[in-house]
């Protein structure tokens, strides 16, 4: 009996240590703060990504690409606001080998002022987990800016296969899709982020005219689909949308962000 415990014992150490051997193995990147992760490898969802050690761990070696966001809260306790960089960073890894921990560095600001001067800069240093510069051969980085500017709705993996610079060994596009079945065997096949608005081809859509502004009003009493005059803002709402209309990306990005979270 006390030589099957000791067998048991020693098989569950042993298979212990080469779990924690494989799981150290994984090459993994370590995300600075004030950064979100938006893409791992052309992936949006089930992401590889640790927030409680803000860490990214890789599937393989080799050749990996992320897309980061400069976007966090900064101020007093008194006076708070959301500053966020209107274009993500990617960085391109070409080469990662095992136990291999790669990150960047920069100044991180310490003030509202500091936090929006960095946004329009975020000049970065790609290093090792010995804090190594790391060489063209092995990382790289740019700024992924847009001709349509800002935009809370922007997709980065259409931006990036637009460039052709998307790296993503699993996505598959749009017209290279093929029916599948649902749970319940019903056939579906799923459309690509850039089939909608963001997509730069127009889009057929029959509805009735939006809330418009106060200037744009009086030009647009077009009939809806629906019959009828289409009614434009008025009081206090026609006042909100000449707000925000007058205002800048930023005060418009926090506005849109308390308005979702209300």
Known sequence: MFKVDTLCKAGVIAAAALFS???????????????????????TNDLP?????????????????????????FGTQAES???????????????IGENDLYTFTYDQPHSLKEAELYARTQQIELRDGNH?????????????????????LRDYRQDLLSLNRL?????????????????????TITANAGSGFNSGTPAHIS?????????????LRTSSTSGGAVAGPQGRLRDLINLYNSSDDATKLEFVKYVMSH
């Not at 799981?23 to 893409?39: D, G, I, M, R, W």
């Not at 606001?81 to 080469?95: E, K, L, N, T, W």
């Not at 060489?135 to 809370?152: M, T, V």
């Not at 060994?169 to 290279?176: F, I, L, M, N, S």
Request: charged share 20%; glycine share 6%.
């Open 81 to 95: 606001r959301m500053v966020q960089a209107a274009d993500p960073i990617v960085i391109d890894i070409m080469s």
């Open 21 to 43: 051997a494989t799981v150290l193995a994984a090459p993994q990147f370590k995300v600075p703060v004030h950064y979100s992760v938006e893409l791992v490898d052309g992936e």
């Open 207 to 219: 509805m009735a005219a939006p809330m418009t502004s106060s200037a744009q009003e009086g030009n």
């Open 167 to 187: 790296y993503a060994p699993r996505y598959v596009q749009g017209q290279e899709r093929v029916m599948g079945l649902t749970t319940y065997g019903a056939p």
């Open 132 to 152: 190594k510069p790391l060489n063209p051969e092995q990382a790289s980085y740019y700024i992924l800016a847009s001709e349509a500017g800002f935009s809370i």
């Open 49 to 73: 990504y640790s927030r409680s050690d803000r860490t990214i761990t890789f599937d393989g070696t080799g050749r990996h690409q992320i897309v980061l966001l400069f976007e966090d809260n």
